[in-house]
């Protein structure tokens, strides 16, 4: 069975520019999760939709963050204008439904000049 | 305030013994409780989960919930090098589907 899809794999791009992630989550799973990953903090859970529809957003750190989820197959999150701050690793993970394990996609490496 | 807090190690283990990872989380109605293995450069990866309380094993592997005590530990028996990685616990409570994630503890397994 296909996991979590994410692409690109890795991102390097210039400050101001803006950067588009993607995942395709696992077929049949309701639940998506967007993650940033760093040494100082951690794991950290950004946004995430049940269904299609953004349950919590708390975590996105500023409004130079946006994500969607169109349909239940696809889910972009953007960053405009990009940030050297914004380097990191983020992660997109799916469950089947709240309560579920999540499983998590490799991930994109971003670095932002 | 959700925590989960974990020891950041490193956690040195000879090969061939006993390695215990050890997870505490502050609120009392969390439900489900992961285990989740990442190697550098690497995604997490589930390994165990629990729901109960006791114990849950999964070949070399048990995982351990006591929620009166609010803890959750990972046992690895008969540590392998390729078992070296950052151990991350993760929490959630009932009707949230959000996890709440412990910093991870670094294991070595020396040969």
């Known amino acids: 069975d296909a996991g979590v899809i994410q692409s690109p794999r890795h991102e390097v791009t210039e400050m101001g520019q803006e950067v588009t992630l993607r995942c395709k989550p696992i077929?049949?799973?309701?639940?998506l999760f967007w993650y940033r990953q760093t040494m100082m903090r951690g794991l950290e859970l950004l946004i995430y939709?049940?269904?299609?529809?953004?349950?919590?957003d708390s975590g996105m750190p500023e409004d130079r963050f946006s994500a969607k989820m169109p349909n239940a197959s696809f889910s972009t999150l953007k960053i405009q204008p990009s940030e050297p701050r914004d380097s990191a690793v983020y992660f997109c993970?799916?469950?089947?439904?709240?309560?579920?394990?999540?499983?998590f996609g490799d991930g994109t490496r971003l670095s932002i000049l | 305030q959700k925590e989960v807090e974990q020891n950041s190690g490193p956690l040195s283990v000879p090969e061939g013994a006993i390695a215990s990872l050890n997870c505490t989380y502050s609120?009392?109605?969390?439900?489900?409780f992961f285990w989740y293995r990442q190697y550098s450069g690497k995604s997490p990866e589930l390994i165990m989960s629990?729901?109960?309380?006791g114990d849950k094993e999964d070949g070399r592997f048990t995982a351990q919930l006591n929620k009166a005590s609010q803890y959750v530990s990972l046992l690895i028996r008969d540590s392998q090098p390729s078992d070296s990685a950052t151990y991350l616990c993760?929490?959630?409570?009932?009707?949230?589907?959000?996890?709440?994630f412990g910093t991870g503890t670094r294991l070595t397994i020396i040969p």
């Open positions: 993970a799916s469950s089947p439904q709240g309560g579920q394990p999540q499983h």
């Open positions: 077929s049949g799973h309701n639940s």
């Open positions: 939709f049940n269904n299609n529809v953004p349950i919590d």
């Open positions: 609120d009392r109605v969390s439900q489900s």
């Open positions: 629990i729901y109960s309380n």
């Open positions: 993760a929490v959630n409570e009932v009707g949230n589907e959000k996890l709440t």
